[in-house]
């Protein structure tokens, strides 16, 4: 897959950094909520990082999304975002929503509280190549817009 890596890293970390930086308190955000600041793209929480320590007794514990400090996001890119239309509402059942592979791209971001980082998982990872299926340079249009209405070349 050839498309500009750090480019695609740099505007979607800025979306979620955007986004994280309205919540004024990571204790309260939501799973599932919409939290983005631009309205044509949907950014949520979807998480707190796992945590694994051991007790006073040296044995393994195990608490999940008990990492405060590592927090993970979905990105929603859909087809329309180049359009600057809203983000079209998901259909929801009482435990997730539900993608829309055809229309649109959900991308991968964690958060690591301490260090001030984020990782975006790439397109190589999020790219099915089924047909019908959004292709990488569909997704590069829409970060080129994004970059271009949204954060200039040197966010």
Sequence with gaps: MDYDYDKYCRIISA????SYWCVEDRDDLEIGVNISPV??????FDGFGDKETEDENGDYVYEEQGNKDMISFAV???RNTINDEEFPEHDVTPWALIHRPKEEICLYVWYDVENDDYEVLSLEDRISGDEG???V??????????EKNYFNENY
């Design 133 to 135: 299926t959004m292709t």
């Design 137 to 146: 340079e569909e997704i590069m249009q829409i970060i080129d817009h994004l």
């Design 76 to 78: 929603f890119l859909h």
């Design 15 to 18: 979306l979620v950094s955007n």
């Design 39 to 44: 309205e044509s793209v949907k950014v949520i």
